[in-house]
């Protein structure tokens, strides 16, 4: 089966302008997830969704991140404006139902977001 | 709020040798899974643990849980190269609710 789908690989900006990610999970998987992962640390959740509604954007910070999945199946995940501290490595992952079907979530490949 | 620590963060280990990596969490959690990432790339699925005393084996890797203990290893059997690389733990915050907390993550590096 094909993998989680993630685009672009890589972004560079400046602070202050916008950026919108775009994920694509592998076909008939529910839940979709955006982590965020700081260089050298591990994955920090942002936001989840079961099809197209969100169960959980509390560490999302909603002033400048934002988040959609309208139908139910692509998702993207935009910043506006960006700081300094967003720079990292934005991973989308996705499950057949959650875990509660016992299955790890699949990881896209990311995309490295660079703030200069 | 679900803590989750690794130790060690680094690791240098010669090819040939035993170890284990150490994954302890903070609250009551069924449900734990291990991690692969090599540099530059995504995280790889390796263990899902499910109850407690669970372990499960992948060619050199062994993974073992106990909830009581609140405590998975990740041991490591006559490592090679190929298995350089940062391993995370990672619990399901709220059993049921479906969320991942990782951990801090091991950076192995296998020496020849």
């Known amino acids: ?8 690989r890589y972004k560079i ?8 990610f775009w994920c694509n999970p592998i076909s008939g998987h529910a839940t979709l997830y955006w982590y965020q ?10 936001i989840q969704f079961q099809n197209n509604g969100v169960v959980d954007d509390s560490q999302l910070p909603k002033d400048r991140f934002s988040a959609e999945r309208l139908k139910g199946v692509d998702s993207t995940l935009k910043i506006q404006p960006a700081k300094l501290e967003d720079s990292a490595v934005y991973l989308c992952a996705s499950s057949r139902g959650g875990l509660s079907y016992n ?8 995309t490295r977001l660079t703030v200069t | ?18 170890y284990t990596i150490y994954c302890n969490y903070s609250t009551t959690s069924d449900r734990l899974y291990w991690y692969r990432q090599d540099p530059g790339k995504s995280l790889e699925s390796l263990f899902v643990l499910l109850s407690n005393g669970a372990v499960k084996q992948e060619g050199r890797l062994m993974a073992s849980l106990d909830t009581k203990a609140r405590l998975s ?11 350089s690389a940062t391993y995370f733990c990672a619990v ?5 609710n479906e969320k991942l907390t990782f951990g801090t993550g091991t950076r192995l590096t296998i020496i020849p």
């Open chain 1, 13 to 20: 900006i400046e602070k202050r302008q916008s950026v919108a």
């Open chain 2, 92 to 96: 399901d915050r709220n059993f049921g």
């Open chain 2, 1 to 18: 709020e679900l803590k989750v620590e690794q130790n060690p963060l680094f690791l240098s280990m010669q090819e040939g040798k035993n």
């Open chain 1, 37 to 46: 992962q700081i260089l050298g640390q591990g994955p920090k959740l942002l």
């Open chain 1, 103 to 110: 299955s790890p979530l699949h990881f896209g490949n990311g």
């Open chain 2, 73 to 83: 290893t990740l041991h490591i059997t006559a490592a090679v190269h190929d298995l």
């Open chain 1, 1 to 8: 089966e094909a993998g989680v789908a993630q685009s672009p």
